[in-house]
T-cell receptor, first 115, second 113 residues
Framework: GAVVSQHPSWVICKSGTSVKIECRSLDFQATTMFWYRQFPKQSLMLMATSNEGSKATYEQGVEKDKFLINHASLTLSTLTVTSAHPEDSSFYIC???????????FGDGTRLSIL | QKEVEQDPGPLSVPEGAIVSLNCTYSNSAFQYFMWYRQYSRKGPELLMYTYSSGNKEDGRFTAQVDKSSKYISLFIRDSQPSDSATYLCAMRGVYNQGGKLIFGQGTELSVKP
């Protein structure tokens, strides 16, 4: 149980394009979803927290207009990297959490490469 | 000082060894403690989830929490090459914002055949 699917797993695109990453909870309802960024050999860095039907809460230093998050249903959240540039290249990981004191379950990440 | 400290390793052990991974923390409000395993180029996988102090066992894995010392451990018995991964400790309080986790830096483990 507690499966989180993230798509795509790898994307390469040109500088200036926008990229959408999907995160789905397959067998539970995710009241809260989280988006992380991870650099090589480093721990996860939280970018934002989103609750279904509400605006996302962004961590300090994360550009809201650059990283658009939508949590339209209890099983789907999307992260759109707008006008992506090479410095946005990274490993992006989502996680989903059910109600109350349930733990976070993670997707398998998306490797984003901007040329 | 970071809220959660974890030795980044790398840690290399022979197959069959007992592995001990540890984290210390400073925030006494933390009540939920997790261990995740992350293989290269994959997302973290939940291994253990515990509340407050005590021990929890699941197969070859045992998690220990000592809140009085602000110290948590993960033990892996009869370690296998397939256990080679980065292990992340994570924790949170009861009332924090939406269940936001505080992570350790991760310990890179290599189990040699």
């Amino acid at each position: 149980g507690a499966v989180v699917s993230q798509h795509p797993s790898w994307v390469i695109c040109k500088s200036g394009t926008s990229v959408k990453i999907e995160c789905r909870s397959l067998d539970f309802q995710a009241t809260t979803m989280f988006w992380y960024r991870q650099f090589p050999k480093q721990s996860l860095m939280l970018m934002a927290t989103s609750n279904e039907g509400s605006k996302a809460t962004y961590e300090q230093g994360v550009e809201k207009d650059k990283f658009l998050i939508n949590h339209a249903s209890l099983t789907l959240s999307t992260l759109t990297v707008t006008s992506a540039h090479p410095e946005d290249s990274s490993f992006y990981i989502c996680s989903a959490k059910g109600q109350l004191n349930q733990p976070q379950h993670f997707g398998d990440g998306t490797r984003l490469s901007i040329l | 000082q970071k809220e959660v400290e974890q030795d980044p390793g790398p840690l290399s052990v022979p197959e069959g060894a007992i592995v001990s991974l540890n984290c210390t923390y400073s925030n006494s409000a933390f009540q939920y403690f997790m261990w995740y395993r992350q293989y290269s180029r994959k997302g973290p996988e939940l291994l253990m989830y515990t509340y407050s102090s005590g021990n929890k066992e699941d197969g070859r894995f045992t998690a220990q929490v000592d809140k009085s010392s602000k110290y948590i451990s993960l033990f892996i018995r009869d370690s296998q090459p397939s256990d080679s991964a980065t292990y992340l400790c994570a924790m949170r309080g009861v009332y924090n914002q939406g269940g936001k986790l505080i992570f350790g830096q991760g310990t890179e483990l290599s189990v040699k055949p």
